[in-house]
DNA sequence: TCAAAAGTGTTCTACTTACACCCATGA
DNA sequence: TCATGGGTGTAAGTAGAACACTTTTGA
């Protein structure tokens, strides 16, 4: 290796994140954010940076969320690496790959500061046509992570349906992530089945009802 | 991105291989290469190189099988991205993160050239302890892979295997990769009813026998 | 009291696991 | 003919899907 250090022409490493949301009133959310600086400037796509000298990528993808989607430290609830990706198609002026991330991040109260970038959430069918670099196909990673370790993952899936929610919400993460609703039935056995889980007995039912039975509530154990 | 691409000081890229290899006789192994350069000189390490300013992450790989472990690309048969790995720790000289790859391949006959350099194949437990940067982590990163794709990952297992195996071969390798031996019985029933086999009704057993009854040898489909 | 939204219970199926037993080979 | 290594068959346990039916709410 020692040989080749000289050479010190190597791609360009990016940080690339999925921002991604879930909320019983929003539903599933994928974020861009719209670029300042010049490949494709103006256009919007995921937050990214590149790493600097001694960063860890993880810490480059909250760099890149904060910097770049206006999307602090606090809110990220889960943070994880997809992959990396490379091709002569990523970027048009220098060779670049791309360390990509889901972050799963709160949306819920105060957030989109007044100033600094700002992160534009949308559902991810309609996010993803026509984004620049590859972020197509990025995004279609992130989302193949969530469905392949929803309620697998304890940490993702914890992070996704936040510290407590209901039956629906649980229903309506199933439904964004695979395209179809899951078995109300099944999907409330497998819920009362979880070990990791306990009914909640909540009196503060938000009751948001257009008319139904109200779901019941879940937390997580421990 | 572009303000800061003038700070062009980022990690090195490198790319680590974890070169795997499995056979009926040899069981399932894990090749290092002895280090020409200065990091680690003259220790065991997996075959890596850095990344080349516009080669593919996969051209990479290859190139780091064939120069630093004499592994020509005829000798690939499957070759998966495992992950990017970080960390102060992982090299003392210059901050770099590592691009990681598990590579299948065939070390049947004519191999080990007389020149250049070569792989060492261990089995996975004794080539763990004490490599030189964080290649400890990688292999255990490469061997989960393999775990958890065997019997799903077509090409990977197809890789593994060879096109062309034995029920006992297949006993093999699960046990060298869960550490218990499958039940023969259940073994044989998920190779009968996998779609993708087909029973060889071989004439040529190779009768390595100390003993026993001769194994079904088992051929891919299409 | 009706429709909407959830929860409960039942059945059917498929897959996994375990295990008893049978078959083919070399020494 | 016996130990060894594989293969076959069977049965219990478990997970998933489908669906009928009941409960709770708002309008």
Redesign the pocket.
């Known amino acids: 290796m020692t040989a080749e250090v000289a050479t010190r022409e190597q791609p360009l490493i990016a940080i690339d994140v999925v921002p991604m949301s879930f909320s019983g009133s929003g539903g599933l959310l994928v974020a861009t954010a719209r670029r300042p600086y010049d490949p494709y400037a103006g256009q919007e796509a995921l937050p990214g940076v590149l790493l600097h000298p001694a960063e860890r990528l993880t810490d480059g993808a909250r760099r890149a969320l904060r910097t770049k989607a206006g999307l602090g430290p606090e809110t990220v609830r889960h943070l994880a690496q997809i992959g990396a990706f490379d091709g002569p198609e990523r970027d048009p002026r220098d060779a670049a790959i791309s360390i990509a991330f889901v972050a799963v991040v709160d949306t819920d109260p105060g957030e989109t500061p007044s100033t600094g970038p700002s992160a534009v959430w949308r559902v991810p069918a309609q996010a993803e046509p026509g984004l620049p670099f590859d972020h197509d196909r990025i995004i279609d990673a992130a989302l193949d992570h969530a469905r392949t370790r929803l309620?697998r993952d304890h940490a993702l899936t914890r992070a996704l349906l936040g510290g407590r929610f209901?039956?629906?919400d649980a229903?309506?993460l199933q439904t964004a992530l695979f395209g179809v609703a899951?078995?109300?039935?099944?999907?409330?056995?497998?819920?009362?089945?979880n070990p990791a889980l306990r009914r909640a007995d909540d009196a503060t039912?938000p009751?948001r009802?257009?008319?139904?039975?109200?779901?019941?509530?879940w937390t997580w154990l421990d």
Chains 1, 2 share one sequence.
Not at 182 to 190: K, Q
Request: glycine residues 14%; hydrophobic residues 30%; proline residues 14%.
């Open positions: 309620w209901t039956t629906a229903a309506r899951p078995d109300p039935g099944n999907l409330n056995r497998a819920l009362r089945t039912s009751a009802g257009r008319g139904g039975r109200p779901p019941v509530t």
